[in-house]
């Protein structure tokens, strides 16, 4: 079991969008809190908390090196199941639409040629498998590479 919640610092957002998009909860903070929750890790480069449980010091610059380290050091294996289950801006639940209810939200090319569409409640925002680009997909498959298939499409 992943940790429940990737409290995550604010300098680090474009990790926590990635651990948003493998479907982990990963709110941003601007500072540390005094204790960390039971079942939450808190993600940072602050070299100070080094060694306290349940914090993990991000030692790369590079969003792809940490979100690695991430993975390595809890031994997470995403769940195909819970791709793209989360708003990347607002970390909400996303819930499915119809193809129906996507009419005029997306492009009409985008609208005849995706598999299915989901929606966030607070922002609005539609997504759909394809519609985090070209990049997120290339890097999501190399981090889907060692999990076994579970027909995610
Ligand atoms: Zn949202």
Redesign the pocket.
């Known amino acids: 079991m992943p940790p429940e919640q990737f409290l995550t610092e604010r300098m680090l957002g474009r990790l926590a969008r990635w651990l948003r998009l493998l479907g982990l909860d990963a709110p941003l903070i601007d500072r540390p809190p005094a204790k960390i929750p039971p079942g939450a890790v808190l993600l940072t480069r602050r070299r100070a908390l080094a060694g306290r449980p349940g914090v993990i010091v991000m030692g790369a610059d590079r969003m792809e090196e940490q979100l690695a380290q991430v993975m390595r050091e809890l031994r997470l294996q995403p769940d195909r199941a819970r791709l793209l289950s989360r ?1 990347l ?2 970390n ?1 639940p996303v819930h499915h639409i119809s193809r129906e209810e996507a009419a005029g939200l997306v492009a009409d090319h985008t609208l005849n040629t995706a598999s299915s569409f989901t929606r ?1 409640r ?2 609005g ?1 539609v997504y759909w498998p394809g519609s985090h680009g070209q990049r997120a997909r290339v890097l999501l498959e190399e981090i889907l590479a060692n999990i076994p298939a579970t027909g995610f499409d």
């Open positions: 708003c801006d607002c909400l966030c607070r922002c925002k």
